[in-house]
């Protein structure tokens, strides 16, 4: 079955400090990646996509990610991290077009 | 575009009850999905519609919860004789399946919780 991991549950960096966040997936064809950024008591909002091609995909905010097929990875980057970008970030695959497998999600908080 | 809506934000309900939550996806979407999300988890599939037809459910979705999307267009999940292990946020998101390459929309969530 597919799968996501996210190995870090709790992330803490400081507002101005370069932030990168893991995703690994396990997945049977050419994944459908994608991070997802959720506030308190919100839903999910789109932080950027890989279909194919440019395996550097830029994002809303300021945010990155790059797909490493050999790694199964899809990490999620920022050079500068501001507080309001302290949330709970999501990575998930599509699941051959059925649903999306999230990870458990990696909470990051920023320090003033 | 406004976006995928739900409705209400919050319910409060006693153990047994039924509820019954509402989702109105982006209007030209065609698959509609629900997933469940426990705090400090990921949202886990439930059930999607493509159009009107329900195409797949999850195992989490007992015979207490059923889904419609009776015109293709807005739907409502209702879970029958709630119990507190069904406390949780309902997610509602939408996609325009067309060219395989399909983004899922989400709304804002329906938050549970069960007395």
């Not at chain 1, 050419?30 to 997802?36: A, D, H, M, S």
């Not at chain 2, 426990?38 to 207490?64: H, I, M, V, W």
């Not at chain 2, 709630?82 to 929309?105: F, I, P, R």
Request: aromatic residues 12%; contains cysteine; neutral net charge.
């Amino acid at each position: 079955a597919q799968s996501v991991t996210q190995p870090d549950i709790h992330i803490t960096v400081s507002e101005g400090a370069s932030l990168e966040l893991r995703c690994n997936y396990s997945y049977g064809a050419t994944p459908y990646l994608f991070w997802y950024v959720q506030s308190p008591g919100q839903g999910l909002q789109l932080l950027l996509k890989y279909f194919s091609g440019d395996t550097l995909v830029q994002g809303i905010k300021g945010f990155e990610a790059e797909f490493k097929r050999s790694q199964s990875s899809f990490n999620l980057r920022k050079p500068s991290v501001h507080w309001s970008d302290a949330a709970e970030y999501f990575c998930a695959v599509d699941n051959y077009g059925q649903n999306f497998v999230f990870g458990p999600g990696t909470r990051l908080s920023v320090l003033p | 575009d406004t976006g995928v809506s739900q409705n209400p934000r919050h319910k409060i309900t006693k153990r047994g009850q039924n509820v019954t939550f509402r989702c109105d996806p982006i209007s030209e979407h065609n698959r509609l999905y629900w997933y469940r999300q426990t705090l400090g988890q990921g949202p886990e599939f439930l059930t999607y519609f493509q159009n009107e037809a329900q195409l797949e459910k999850s195992r989490l979705l007992s015979d207490r919860f059923s889904a419609e999307r009776p015109k293709g267009s807005f739907s409502t999940l209702e879970i029958q004789r709630t119990e507190q292990g069904d406390s949780a946020m309902y997610l509602c998101a939408s996609s325009l399946a067309s060219t395989g390459e399909e983004t899922q929309y989400f709304g804002p969530g329906t938050r549970l919780l069960v007395l």
